[in-house]
């Protein structure tokens, strides 16, 4: 059998079956081989003359099966390069694989060609000249007769976002019980969009970074798209829209997560800010020592509960330990990917940092990640593009210091926010207006990924001055400031011992001045509690970020 006849990815599934084929010969034969020993030790039976025909017959099968596609199924792609997928255009296009040690490999798509050699250990790298938008092509990868072709089919050339973080990038268009998305019902069934390609990564996590995943790219169709990050997919569309380009997304999220686990090891171990993560995750050990046990306790008690006709009560969440390692889902979720072109990241992640013990060190955490990320995809200062975590009533947790971290990572190139407060839910941490998360992710993209000239930074704190009896807020991006006939609410002002209380606020332009009890305030801060009482916004009608004038942030809760 021709490679070139074998339906797109074929060759791989062949590799497979060729293996589990000579592992099964060679157990049989293996058995052959017992009982042969046994025949030969009681009296030489007749059965022994059998075994080398019935061996034989084995060996002439597996070389039959060997011979009708043969080193062909050595030759294999990484699944990102599946069916449907998207290549960043505009930028080299880096296509590797796997095949024999010293196998050459011819790589074509488009109009080009070019040549690879696989190195000792069967890994190959190829680059083809930067493509403009277009498509669909087909990507072949031929090995000759030696190796095999395996085709990828309906590949088009556009924009690669990759979409990340935790359970607020991960809610799908079907949203998650008990947190429904807006408008789910119309959004999954319009869900039908031939510029935008998608790519769902299942749960997964390694110690080690892996090769490859255990997904492929779809088409977008209400079957596919319901199960898929909504912020992910309506930032898509609304790109494609605007920039007449197919766009790929990879949804790679895991909700509930912290982000310790979405950095690499060799920033945790290059980075000595980051050394408190190794506390946390000691007090996280600590603390699920006895989960397991917890579980089952629960588990009878419930079935107590309702057997006598009553209704459990809500228990603690028992997050997944594996998730939890260090660097875990950098290296399965993360690492496949640094060698696919990209044109940025979105992410939107932050709440489960917002325990007490890991919020203080989040400021150097997060900007260590995007550093970290830019460095192995090695693509440059590409757009990352983040979400602030929004409004929610967790009394035990420090959201407006997570927020202001958030904030200060701007200080990055090519880096912007989108504040969400004013969009949030105090009573349920995964709100449901989606949409408004992702217009404002993309109003960020049109502007630091695609050059248009366009506002979309929400008032950001700049800096304060003196004002008789109390400050004098500065802001950038502040213009036509105002709280919308809502009274100023959320400005808190401090002395020397950092300890904050309310403060009456009246806009002044792009300013904002600040008086309360303490008469010669040093710091202010902006929207810190959990739940914000209010928002200001600016003539974009973007609302303002948390902020505090401290120099250094720190928690303002004590360890438990």
């Known amino acids: 059998m021709r490679m070139s006849r074998l339906p797109k990815r074929r060759a791989v599934a062949i590799a497979s079956g ?42 002439t099968a ?48 488009h109009n080009q060609r070019v040549m690879a050699v696989a190195d000792r250990l069967g890994r190959w790298n190829a680059w083809l000249k930067p493509e403009a938008a277009g498509g669909p092509y087909v990507l072949v990868v031929d090995g000759g007769t030696a190796e095999g072709k395996v085709q990828v089919q309906d590949v088009m050339l556009g924009d690669v976002w990759f979409a990340s973080g935790q359970s607020n990038m991960e809610f799908p268009l079907k949203g998650f019980d008990g947190a429904p998305l807006k408008n789910a019902a119309a959004e999954i069934a319009a869900a039908t969009d031939p510029q935008v390609r998608l790519l769902r990564i299942e749960h997964k996590s390694s110690s080690i970074p892996l090769r490859d995943i255990d997904a492929n790219w779809t088409t977008t169709t209400p079957a596919t798209a319901i199960d898929f990050s909504a912020i992910g997919y309506f930032f898509a569309r609304e790109i494609a829209a605007r920039e007449h380009v197919t766009v790929g997304v990879i949804d790679s999220t895991w909700g509930g997560t912290p982000a310790d686990s979405w950095v690499s090891t060799d920033a945790l171990a290059s980075d000595a800010a980051l050394a408190p993560a190794i506390d946390a995750r000691a007090r996280f050990q600590q603390d699920q020592t006895d989960a397991d046990l917890a579980t089952i306790a629960e588990a009878r008690e419930d079935a107590a509960i309702v057997a006598s006709g009553g209704k459990p009560p809500p228990h603690p969440w028992h997050p997944p330990e594996d998730a939890y390692r260090p660097s875990s889902l950098y290296n399965a979720m993360v690492a496949p990917f640094t060698g696919y072109g990209i044109k940025g990241v979105i992410w939107y992640q932050g709440e489960t ?12 955490l997060f900007r260590g990640l995007i550093t970290d990320w830019r460095h192995n995809f090695a693509q440059g200062a590409f757009p990352f593009l983040f979400a602030q975590i929004s409004s929610f009533n967790s009394p035990e947790e420090e959201w407006g210091l997570v927020r202001d971290a958030q904030r200060r990572a701007l200080v990055l190139t090519d880096t912007a926010m989108v504040v969400t407060t004013d969009v949030g839910d105090p009573g349920n941490v995964h709100p449901g207006d989606k949409q408004t998360v992702a217009a404002r992710l993309a109003l960020a993209a049109r502007s630091v990924a695609y050059g248009e000239r366009v506002a979309y930074q929400s008032p950001l704190f700049r800096q304060v001055s003196g004002e008789p009896g109390g400050k004098r807020i ?29 403060a009456t606020a009246r806009i002044d332009g792009e300013s904002v001045v ?30 303002m970020s948390t902020f505090t004038s401290e120099e250094r942030i720190r928690g303002h809760l004590t360890y438990p």
């Open 353 to 364: 940092n917002s325990n007490v013990a890991r919020a203080p060190y989040y400021a150097d």
């Open 62 to 109: 597996l070389l039959a099966a060997t011979a009708t596609s043969p080193a062909a199924a050595q030759l294999k792609l990484p699944r990102p390069f599946s069916d449907h997928s998207v290549l960043q255009r505009d930028r080299p296009l880096h296509v590797w694989g796997w095949a024999r040690a010293d196998a050459n490999v011819a790589v074509s798509l």
């Open 514 to 543: 600040v008086t309360g009890a303490i008469s010669k305030p040093s710091y202010v801060r902006y929207n810190w509690s959990n739940v914000v009482p209010g928002s200001l916004y600016n003539a974009a009608g973007l609302p």
């Open 474 to 502: 500065w802001f950038d991006h502040a213009e036509g400031l105002t709280s919308r006939g809502a009274a100023v609410v959320g400005f808190e002002i401090a002395g020397p011992d950092r300890r904050f209380v309310t």
């Open 18 to 59: 060729q293996v589990r084929l000579l592992a099964a010969c060679q157990l049989v034969m293996r058995f052959f081989d017992d009982i042969l020993w046994l025949r030969r030790r009681d009296s030489q039976r007749r059965t022994s003359g059998i075994m080398p025909i019935m061996k034989l017959l084995l060996y």
